[in-house]
């Protein structure tokens, strides 16, 4: 899905205001949950799923339903979800609190007047009250900032004071504080932190608040797993018909093999394409056209 604002730093280029984007995808709920089925019985027992999106995920029109159908699963132990929190309000929050464990809230600034030129059209009081409802619900709420450089370095101090204040982090951490980073296809704000920097700056906040700042995977109980084999190999060539728009422009989209590829062509959907696969990271398919 989607997205409903058009923050100045979005990493994926998302909302109204986006030059890369052509196409959003809302993935059928039956779809997804058979295939989140084969996955966690091939990862085993006590798996966390995390909800996220190139946008927001409070979107997707059945996501009511498919926290229901994953929490039937018995593999899955945590279920958590990104979201901005400006489509959260009471009536959803009770619903969610049924399936969800916890949600990571982005939260960047508490000043009005700089929430509207990061995000666009926003209503920091509404994001506020939700996080404090989640805070006071069944679910964990863990505030998860970007530190933007020169936009909210004095805001840091004081969205760590407001997670503490409200009660995040019951069980998890209450804050994951992310670092700026400037992608390919991203939004791009002037200035950005050393990975050394930014860990000095969290290390020094750790020892004013009495709070780990600078997370690991082990703060979240994960485990290594064996990863699902991928069916494609970089430098593979293959052919395969176009059958969407891709989510960019420029991109298309083929399916081999029952997965997927994303193909960098201008040929038209319905058309055969070659092409050579450049990148089978993580089970993202990428490939160019073969010229």
């Not at 132990?77 to 609190?97: A, F, P, V, Y």
């Not at 666009?120 to 900032?145: Q, T």
């Not at 504080?177 to 700056?201: D, L």
Request: aromatic fraction near 8%.
């Amino acid at each position: 899905t989607g997205c409903n604002l058009s923050c100045i730093f979005c990493s994926v280029d998302e909302g109204r205001a986006s030059r890369t984007r052509k196409t959003d995808f809302i993935v059928d709920p039956d779809y997804m949950i058979e295939n989140l089925r084969k996955i966690v019985k091939y990862k085993g027992s006590g798996i966390e799923i995390h909800l996220d999106a190139q946008g927001e995920p409070t979107l997707y029109p059945y996501l009511e339903r498919l926290v229901e159908e994953l929490r039937r699963i018995k593999e899955i132990k945590i279920i958590s979800m990104q979201t901005n929190g400006t489509l959260l309000d009471d009536e959803r929050i009770s619903c969610l609190e049924k399936y969800v464990t916890r949600i990571n809230l982005s939260l960047n600034t508490l000043d009005e007047k700089l929430a509207k030129r990061l995000h666009g059209r926003y209503s920091l009081k509404s994001v506020l009250d939700a996080a404090e409802m989640i805070a006071n619900s069944k679910m964990d709420l863990l505030i998860a900032p970007v530190w933007l450089p020169g936009y909210n370095d004095k805001d840091i101090p004081r969205i760590i004071e407001f997670a503490l204040d409200i009660g995040a982090g019951k069980k998890f951490p209450p804050l994951g504080i992310q670092k700026y980073i400037r992608y390919r296809f991203g939004r791009k704000i002037a200035k950005t932190m050393s990975f050394n920097e930014f860990y000095s700056k969290l290390s020094e906040l750790e020892k004013e608040y009495g709070i780990k700042l600078i997370l690991s995977p082990e703060d979240f109980g994960m485990t290594r797993r064996p990863k699902l084999p991928t069916p494609f190999k970089v430098g593979e060539i293959l052919k395969a018909k176009i059958v969407a728009d891709g989510r960019m422009l420029g991109e298309k989209i083929c399916v081999k093999k029952d997965r997927s590829i994303a193909v960098l062509t201008n040929r038209r959907i319905g058309e055969f394409v070659e092409f050579k696969v450049v990148r089978v990271k993580d089970g993202i398919i990428v490939a160019v056209e073969k010229k």
